[in-house]
């Protein structure tokens, strides 16, 4: 039997997104640092910032814990709206074709909505400081 792993939810987040959560992580390091705190190659950085490869999830799960470390909540705020931006496109396709109910619809566009607000109170008051 398959041991259980804790599901992280980094599997949802979009190339574009990984490749920028890198960008952000080498503006404060270099790709030696980088690299290392990532557990990969400098070539494998390299490859990330140049779009000739994208980050696993283990990868981008390290890049989010270093980002934490370093203090850099930019990284969250590209996850945020990547994911808000997905769910908008998705509830899109699915209420175009009709295949959820309106109920359902209306309770994932709220709380993507609430997102939305919460990630412009958060970069409006970031901006502030």
């Known amino acids: 039997m398959e041991a259980l792993r804790p599901r992280t939810g980094v599997a949802i ?5 990984r490749r920028r959560i890198i960008e952000v992580l080498a503006g404060e390091l270099s790709y030696r ?3 290392e705190g990532l557990g990969v190659t400098v070539a494998a950085v390299h490859k990330y910032l140049t779009g000739k490869s994208t980050p696993r999830d283990a990868v981008v799960l390290r890049a989010i814990e270093l980002a934490g470390e370093l203090g850099l909540s930019e990284v969250g705020d590209i996850i945020l709206e990547d994911l808000a931006g ?17 109920s359902s619809v209306s309770r994932l ?12 109170a958060g970069l409006s008051t970031a901006h502030r400081s």
């Open 33 to 35: 640092q980088l690299a």
């Open 13 to 17: 987040i979009s190339p574009w997104a």
């Open 86 to 102: 997905e769910l908008e496109a998705l509830l899109k396709l699915l209420t175009d074709k009709d295949l959820a109910s309106a």
């Open 109 to 120: 566009s709220g709380i993507v909505g609430r997102a939305k607000l919460a990630l412009a």
